[in-house]
């Protein structure tokens, strides 16, 4: 080692470092694992966290009965606060999704549709995609990757603080004071930025079908209208409900489960929207398989 040139106190430190030999077992070695040991010990890892997930959800279950019952214990005023985050500092980009999904919706049913001359039939498909699903859907993985995220970073900072400790050490159960008001809160909200979504995303059709088509606006309307059910508008809130119980859910989960450090948070919001998103798409198949099974 070239020590020529640095400074004399340096100098000492390098030589004093030298002089003491390297520590047996101080430099980790790689070691390689077969696959046979990475599927195990994977598949552990997945069994384990299906086991916390589902004593989480009935943690939540109790908290909700315990709500239910008015035995809960949790701040009003946070209630509130999350409602309003949940819901009106969302209108924005819900507003933005869904009125470029409706117009992305009409565009691609104006484009088949004109090849049999029923452009009328626009309204059909923007009306019931929007209202039956797509509302629900868009709606549902723009909370996972707004709401949901942020969850998952509120809980994580708390866990990284020791805060979380702090409240079971005062004998305050976490899930009702910080799981439950969020869950709620997402829950009441989800409906209502679905029926906006699905209102957007009409508003959407109706400018491809009136500027595109030539289309009247009443008669897209009224066409909008005959399509529209009350079974097709119940799903479709449903389908929000749910959504935002998962979401809710995923986001609390993932925020509980954070580490200890600040690397520990990032992941945490991360993978709560990946669990989100999933869960999502997977009750969407469920929910579509079911309504079929029933006819609806």
């Known amino acids: 080692m070239e020590t020529e040139g640095l400074p004399e106190g340096a100098r000492r430190l390098l030589d004093l470092a030298s002089a003491v030999p390297e520590r047996k077992g101080a430099r980790k070695e790689l070691k390689r694992e077969f696959f046979l040991s990475l599927l195990g010990a994977k598949a552990i890892d997945f069994f384990r966290t299906g086991s916390e997930m589902v004593a989480f959800i009935g943690e939540a279950t109790g908290a909700l009965a315990r709500?239910?019952?008015?035995?809960?214990?949790?701040?009003r005023s946070d209630l509130f606060l999350l409602l309003q985050e949940c819901g009106a500092q969302a209108l924005p980009v819900v507003s933005l999704i869904s009125i470029l999904l409706g117009l992305i919706l009409g565009f691609v049913g104006a484009i088949q549709l004109k090849m049999f001359g029923a452009q009328l039939f626009v309204a059909d498909v923007v009306g019931v995609?929007?209202?039956?699903v797509m509302g629900a859907i868009m709606t549902g993985i723009i909370m996972a990757g707004r709401t949901g995220a942020a969850f998952a970073a509120q809980l994580g900072t708390m866990e990284v603080n020791e805060e979380i400790d702090a409240l079971k050490t005062l004998g305050i159960s976490p899930m009702e004071f910080l799981v439950l008001p969020r869950m709620l809160a997402l829950v009441v909200m989800m409906p209502l930025l679905c029926v906006y979504s699905d209102l957007l995303g009409i508003l959407g059709g109706l400018i491809v079908g009136v500027g595109m088509l030539d289309l009247g606006l009443i008669e897209y309307l009224n066409r909008t209208r005959e399509a529209l059910t009350l079974t097709i508008f119940g799903v479709g809130l449903f389908h929000s409900a749910v959504f935002g119980?998962?979401?809710?859910?995923a986001g609390c989960l993932r925020g509980m489960q954070c580490g200890r450090s600040a690397s520990a948070v990032g992941y945490a919001a991360t993978s709560a929207v990946v669990t989100g998103i999933v869960a999502i798409i997977v009750a969407t198949a469920i929910i579509t398989f079911v309504c079929q099974v029933l006819g609806i």
Not at 129 to 132: A, I, K, L, S, T
């Open 67 to 75: 709500f239910l019952v008015g035995k809960a214990t949790f701040r």
């Open 245 to 249: 119980v998962l979401v809710a859910l």
């Open 129 to 132: 995609g929007m209202v039956r």
